[in-house]
T-cell receptor, first 114, second 114 residues
Framework: DTEVTQTPKHLVMGMTNKKSLKCEQH?????MYWYKQKAKKPPELMFV???????INESVPSRFSPECPNSSLLNLHLHALQPEDSALYLC?????????????FGPGTRLTVT | AQSVTQPDIHITVSEGASLELRCNYS??????LFWYVQSPGQGLQLLLK??????LVQGIKGFEAEFKRSQSSFNLRKPSVHWSDAAEYFC????????????FGAGTILRVKS
């Protein structure tokens, strides 16, 4: 089973709202990623968690706050977003113990900021 | 610096015709190479990967790719395209030195005409 699930599928929020995106995997992967993808562009890496610790923050604005409560779950907390933050947000996971490096992606959350 | 180039932004092929999508990479060591496919509004699905060994690798959905070190290329091929193959295809290389990141190409949009 190589499934990564993401909820919700779609989210519309105002610039003053607080919301969260959720990502879950049960493959025992200990590396998890958040990406942002704009239309017709490749995914842009935002954050990497390795063994539940934040290992990479790609200079993401503080209005995005990641959280990894356990080895299966990854959250992205959103607050005071801007319309330009509207995008597809993808979660991915990787088996950190293997030197294979392939990442498995979830279906994404389509975020619209109004 | 590590990078991936997909020279074709769009490709249109007739259903039943053969397909080749080009990918060139720049990487200092032996690369790990991947092809992903993304249907509109969906996440990325791993088609195939190359780490070492046989330079012709088979993937899912009838796709294959050939690693050519001398040309720094990893082109994706399919002998007979189906209408359901219409999607965007991303080539990726890794791992990056820090954080086992992947670098993605800009993507190639495949259109299939009947």
């Amino acid at each position: 089973d190589t499934e990564v699930t993401q909820t919700p599928k779609h989210l519309v929020m105002g610039m003053t709202n607080k919301k969260s995106l959720k990502c879950e995997q049960h493959m025992g992967h200990r590396a998890m990623y958040w990406y942002k993808q704009k239309a017709k562009k490749p995914p842009e890496l935002m954050f990497v968690y390795s063994y539940e610790k934040l290992s990479i923050n790609e200079s993401v604005p503080s209005r995005f706050s990641p959280e990894c409560p356990n080895s299966s779950l990854l959250n992205l907390h959103l607050h005071a977003l801007q319309p330009e933050d509207s995008a597809l947000y993808l979660c991915a996971s990787r088996d950190a113990g293997q030197s294979s490096y392939e990442q498995y992606f979830g279906p994404g959350t389509r975020l619209t900021v109004t | 610096a590590q990078s991936v180039t997909q020279p074709d932004i769009h490709i249109t092929v007739s259903e039943g015709a053969s397909l080749e999508l080009r990918c060139n990479y720049s990487y200092g060591a032996t690369p790990y190479l991947f092809w992903y496919v993304q249907s509109p509004g969906q996440g990325l699905q791993l088609l195939l990967k190359y780490f070492s060994g046989d330079t012709l690798v088979q993937g899912i959905k009838g796709f294959e790719a050939e690693f050519k070190r001398s040309q720094s290329s990893f082109n994706l091929r399919k002998p007979s395209v189906h209408w359901s193959d219409a999607a965007e295809y991303f080539c990726a290389v890794g791992p990056m030195e820090y954080g086992n990141k992947l670098v993605f190409g800009a993507g190639t949009i495949l259109r299939v005409k009947s």
